[in-house]
């Protein structure tokens, strides 16, 4: 029987016992959690542009549409590396050393989204490191905060899952926190490219 909780700890898994609200495990819980949050909330702004858009531009609409079904792409893998790491299963899809599998996000691999992230210009016109820029919209803004909260999760589960000689106890969930940023930054070049054709290859580099 485990000892009462106090009221800075929580549990870690079952039977496990209780960690404090600080220690690595939580915080990593936590840092995917706000993630999430922020997805929906994106999402949920999305139902009202996609409904103002179809009285616009159907083209427009259906560029939201796609969007919004690509972000709930995100959240489902973010529930999926929290149940991972939580059961201690392999993460679906993923080789337990981050490489090969099925996974698939946008229809694009870890490494092409990667590629795609890299190379933003060849793929949709957008040049490379093109900084954010509030005259690119509400919706935009949204997926560069995406991007940064993925960025958060993946120093998390650095801390989380590296070990002091620098071993990882969970290769696959690392190998795919390292691509999410990438994934929210082709949503930020894609959406560019499909509404706000005036940027293509106007931008300036960093």
Avoid: W
Avoid at 180 to 202: F, G, I, K, N, Y
């Amino acid at each position: 029987m485990m000892d009462k909780k106090k009221a800075y700890e929580t549990a870690a898994h079952t039977g496990d016992g209780y960690v404090r609200k600080d220690d690595p495990l939580i915080l990593f819980r936590g840092a995917l959690d706000h993630a999430q949050a922020e997805i929906i909330v994106t999402q949920a702004m999305l139902d009202q542009e996609i409904l103002f858009a179809r009285s616009i531009d159907p083209a427009i609409e259906a560029s939201l549409k796609r969007l919004q079904n690509d972000l709930q792409e995100l959240v489902d893998v973010l529930r999926d590396i929290m149940t991972a790491e939580y059961t201690g299963e392999p993460l679906k899809g993923v080789h337990s050393d981050g490489s090969g599998g099925t996974f698939r996000l946008f229809g694009l691999t870890l490494d092409e989204l990667q590629e795609h992230s890299h190379n933003a210009e060849e793929h949709y016109g957008i040049p490379t490191m093109t900084r954010p820029d509030h005259r690119y919209g509400e919706v935009y803004a949204h997926l560069n905060l995406i991007r940064t909260e993925l960025r958060q999760v993946e120093s998390a589960g650095v801390r989380l899952f590296l070990d002091q000689a620098n071993v990882p106890s969970r290769e696959d969930i690392l190998y795919v926190l390292n691509r999410l940023s990438s994934a929210a930054h082709v949503l930020m070049c894609r959406h560019l490219s499909e509404l706000r054709p005036d940027t293509r290859h106007t931008e300036q580099e960093v």
